[in-house]
C-alpha cells in the first residue's frame, strides 16, 4: 500500500496534478490552476490513509468502479457489503473528486436528527419542494426514490461514523432539511474523511491516477475496463461497471458546446470533472438527457473561482447590490438569485453578515484566511471600504434586522433563514457573482441505476450514479441536494451492481 498524509502532504499532491489528465487537456490544463489555488480547502485533515499500490493491480475484480468521488465510494462501501470483491480507479492523484467541493450538506427529510431538533419535515414536502426548483422537469420516478430514501443514507452515513447532525435552510427549501457536520464546517472534506476511512477499514482496493479510458463489452455485455495506470494500458475484467465519474463542469468545451451564453463563466467544479464518464457512456449507446441543463452558483468569488457556500445565506447573511441595497429574496433558488445578480448593472454582488454568523458558518475561517472577505469593526466603516454609501447600507442593515425580529420580509418575500439578526461586529462582506457549479445533465438510468439506451433497454452490467447522471435535478438543482444524490444512488448502485455480478 502506499501512504498518503493529505494535510501534510498537501504540497506534494498538489505537485502531481499534472497526472489530472483527460479527453479534454484544454479544460483539463485551464482547471488546474483553480484546483491549485483551492487546495487548502480540499485536501482533507493530516489523519493519514492509504491508496493501494499499483504492484497489487489484479486482472480481475467482481465490480470496477470509476471515480473515487462520494458516490463511488458509497457504491464499493455497499457491494463490499453484499459480499463483492470491488476495485476504484481514480484518475486524479487524491480521491474525493467534486464532493471535496461541496461545502453545504446533505438534503434528507424524516430523519431521525430532524426528530430529535424538533423540525417537521416529510417526504413530500421534500419531494414537491425539490419539483418546484426544477421547475417540474424533474424525471419524478428517481426523484422519489432520492426523496425516500434519504433518511437511511443519513442513518447509514452516521453507522460509519459520518455523522450530519447540524441542520440548516439551504435555498428553496421551506423547512431546515440540509444536514451538515455537528461543527458547521463543510461537508465535503468531512464526508470524504470518514468515506476513505472506511474504504481503508474494508480493505477496499482504491488506485489514484489510474484513468479508465473505454468501458469493455462481450457479447453485449459490460464485461470491465481499459485502464492507464503509471503509463501503461491494462485490461481489467469485471462482472459490472459502475461509472461515477462526476459531471463536466470543468469541460469548457463541453459547457460552450451546449450553453454558448455561458463561455467565459468561471467554475466551482473541480479539475477532473470533465464528462469523461458520459463519452465513455454514449460510445456504448448510453442515452443522455438534460444536457443543456447546467447550473450555475450566485456566490461565487470571481478572480479564484471560490464557492461561498450556501450555509452563509442558510444562516441569515444578505446580499446587496453596490448602492448597498437588497434587491433578491437570498433564499430563493439558485438560478433566480444567479438571474437577479446578473441583472445588476455592475453583475456582481455582496454578501453581509456579521461576527455571530461566522462562528455558526465555519467555512467563514477559510474565506478570511483566503483573502476573501472584508472586514470592519461597524457597518459604516464596512461600507466605505466596499464604496458604499454608509448611510444607505446601515439603513438596509437595520431595516432588515427588524424584518427578523418582525419574522417579515414585505419587500422580498423571504421566510426562511430568518433566525439571526446582523447586529454584532465585527461585520464582513465578501464580493461574489455567478459561476457554473454542477451540471444536471448526464446519462440516464432508472431507479436501480442501471444505464439507459435512447429505446430505454439496460446496458446490462452497467450502473451509474452521481453527477454523471442526468434527470434528477431537472431544470435546477437545490442546494444539498448534491450530496443526497450521491449517497442514495450511489450506494443503490453497489447494491444493484453486486445483485447483477451475483447472478
Not at 147 to 169: C, E, F, H, Q, R
Not at 215 to 233: A, H
Amino acid at each position: 500500500m502506499k501512504t498518503l498524509a493529505f494535510g501534510l502532504v498537501s504540497t506534494l499532491i498538489l505537485s502531481a496534478c499534472g497526472a489530472e489528465t483527460s479527453s479534454s487537456s484544454e479544460a483539463s490544463s485551464s482547471s488546474q490552476t483553480k484546483e491549485t489555488e483551492a487546495s487548502s480547502e480540499v485536501v482533507s485533515s493530516a489523519s493519514v490513509y492509504e491508496y493501494t499500490n499499483p504492484t497489487e493491480l489484479q486482472e480481475t475484480y467482481d465490480i470496477v468502479i470509476v471515480g473515487a468521488g462520494g458516490a463511488g465510494m458509497a457504491a464499493a462501501l455497499s457491494a463490499k457489503d453484499a459480499g463483492m470483491n470491488p476495485v476504484i480507479f481514480e484518475k486524479a492523484p487524491v480521491a474525493g473528486g467534486n464532493t471535496m467541493k461541496s461545502s453545504g450538506g446533505m438534503n434528507a427529510s424524516e430523519t431521525k436528527f430532524q426528530e430529535e431538533l424538533g423540525i417537521e419535515d416529510s417526504n413530500e414536502l421534500f419531494f414537491e419542494d425539490t419539483l418546484t426548483g426544477g421547475k417540474g422537469t424533474n424525471n419524478q420516478e428517481l426523484l422519489h426514490y432520492l426523496v425516500d430514501n434519504s433518511a437511511s443514507a443519513i442513518d447509514w452515513l452516521d453507522s460509519m461514523g459520518i455523522t450530519l447532525n447540524n441542520i440548516s435552510y439551504s435555498g428553496g427549501a421551506s423547512v431546515k432539511r440540509i444536514h451538515r457536520p455537528a461543527d458547521g464546517s463543510s461537508v465535503g472534506t468531512y464526508l470524504v474523511d470518514g468515506l476513505i476511512r472506511n474504504i481503508t477499514e474494508q480493505s477496499i482496493p482504491l488506485f489514484v491516477n489510474s484513468e479508465v479510458t473505454k468501458i469493455n463489452e462481450t457479447d453485449g455485455k459490460v464485461s470491465g475496463v481499459e485502464i492507464i495506470i503509471e503509463g501503461e494500458t491494462k485490461t481489467i475484467t469485471s462482472d459490472a461497471v459502475v461509472v461515477t465519474t462526476g459531471g463536466y463542469g470543468s469541460n469548457h468545451e463541453m459547457i460552450e458546446s451546449f450553453r454558448p451564453d455561458l463561455k467565459g463563466y468561471v467554475s466551482t467544479t473541480a479539475a477532473s470533472s470533465t464528462g469523461d464518464g458520459i463519452k465513455m457512456i454514449e460510445q456504448l449507446g448510453g442515452a443522455t438527457v438534460d444536457m443543456d441543463q447546467i447550473q450555475v452558483h450566485p456566490t461565487v468569488v470571481q478572480d479564484s473561482g471560490m464557492l461561498i457556500s450556501e450555509t452563509v445565506r442558510g444562516e441569515g447573511a444578505i446580499l446587496v447590490n453596490q448602492q448597498g441595497e437588497r434587491f433578491v429574496n437570498e433564499l430563493e433558488t439558485r438560478d433566480n438569485v444567479s438571474a437577479a445578480e446578473t441583472a445588476l448593472p455592475e453583475q456582481y454582488a455582496y454578501l453581509i453578515f456579521d461576527n455571530e454568523l461566522a462562528k455558526r458558518a465555519k467555512q467563514v475561517e477559510y474565506y478570511e484566511s483566503e483573502g476573501a472577505t472584508i472586514k470592519a469593526d461597524t457597518i459604516e466603516e464596512l461600507a466605505q471600504q466596499i464604496d458604499i454609501d454608509p448611510a444607505t447600507l446601515k439603513a438596509t442593515l437595520d431595516t432588515w434586522n427588524n424584518n427578523v425580529k418582525e419574522q417579515k420580509d414585505p419587500e422580498f418575500g423571504r421566510e426562511t433563514a430568518m433566525d439571526y439578526d446582523l447586529t454584532t461586529g465585527p461585520f464582513y462582506a465578501i464580493k461574489i457573482a455567478p459561476g457554473i457549479h454542477h451540471t444536471m445533465g448526464g446519462v440516464q438510468i432508472n431507479v436501480d441505476t442501471q444505464v439507459l439506451k435512447e429505446d430505454g433497454s439496460v446496458i446490462p452490467g452497467l450502473y451509474a450514479a452521481g453527477e454523471v447522471t442526468g434527470g434528477i435535478h431537472g431544470q435546477n438543482r437545490i442546494g444539498g441536494n448534491a450530496v443526497a444524490d450521491i449517497m442514495v444512488f450511489g450506494r443503490q448502485a453497489g447494491v444493484q451492481a453486486a445483485k447483477y455480478a451475483n447472478n
